[in-house]
T-cell receptor, first 116, second 108 residues
Framework: DTEVTQTPKHLVMGMTNKKSLKCEQHMGHRAMYWYKQKAKKPPELMFV???????INESVPSRFSPECPNSSLLNLHLHALQPEDSALYLC???????????????FGPGTRLTVL | AQRVTQPEKLLSVFKGAPVELKCNYSYSGSPELFWYVQYSRQRLQLLLRHISRESIKGFTADLNKGETSFHLKKPFAQEEDSAMYYCALSESDYKLSFGAGTTVTVRA
């Protein structure tokens, strides 16, 4: 399996809802990432997990809560989101060493989130 | 601080014409640079990394440290090259700094 998978593909939620995004990879990668991407804009890094530990949090609001239950899974828990949080949420993974030494990040297809 | 600059937001070329996407970077150390591509309704994927010095789908990119550039070139554009292209700089462990992106349209 050489792909990063994400579920669901689409999610519509109200501002009072609690939902979760799921990401999975079976490539043996030990770094996993959450990005937020608005239309026609580059991805913005949100969180990085390295060896199942949170190593980077780019000052993301607490209404976004990441979780890495094991080396293959990454979740993003959502609560009390705002309409401006509507975006494509991308998950990525990379081999040990991250983006250095020519190691690439492998991206999932994303979850299209709409907050009403 | 803006690490990666892609000056062209949109680029339109005719099929068979050469295409060049500009990328300039700002980085004090030895840069690790990448080009990523996002085709319509497909996931973001790596196209090229400077360290490999390879040609993928006819595209090449050369790192010019003197001009701090990593421009992407293809001598003969194809319609399937129409996509959004992002230049990216590896700033540190795990952090990729993306440029604003260039949308390429190849006309028949």
């Amino acid at each position: 399996d050489t792909e990063v998978t994400q579920t669901p593909k689409h999610l519509v939620m109200g501002m009072t809802n609690k939902k979760s995004l799921k990401c999975e990879q079976h490539m043996g990668h030990r770094a996993m990432y959450w990005y937020k991407q608005k239309a026609k804009k580059p991805p913005e890094l949100m969180f990085v997990y390295s060896y199942e530990k949170l190593s980077i949090n780019e000052s993301v609001p607490s209404r976004f809560s990441p979780e890495c239950p094991n080396s293959s899974l990454l979740n993003l828990h959502l609560h009390a989101l705002q309409p401006e949080d509507s975006a494509l949420y991308l998950c990525a993974s990379s081999p040990p060493g991250g983006g250095l030494s020519g190691n690439e990040q492998f991206f999932g297809p994303g979850t299209r989130l709409t907050v009403l | 601080a803006q690490r990666v600059t892609q000056p062209e937001k949109l680029l339109s070329v005719f099929k068979g014409a050469p295409v060049e996407l500009k990328c300039n970077y700002s980085y004090s150390g030895s840069p690790e640079l990448f080009w990523y591509v996002q085709y319509s309704r497909q996931r973001l994927q790596l196209l090229l990394r400077h360290i490999s010095r390879e040609s993928i789908k006819g595209f090449t990119a050369d790192l010019n440290k003197g001009e701090t550039s990593f421009h992407l070139k293809k001598p003969f554009a194809q319609e399937e090259d129409s996509a959004m292209y992002y230049c990216a700089l590896s700033e540190s462990d795990y952090k990729l700094s993306f440029g604003a992106g260039t949308t390429v349209t190849v006309r028949a």
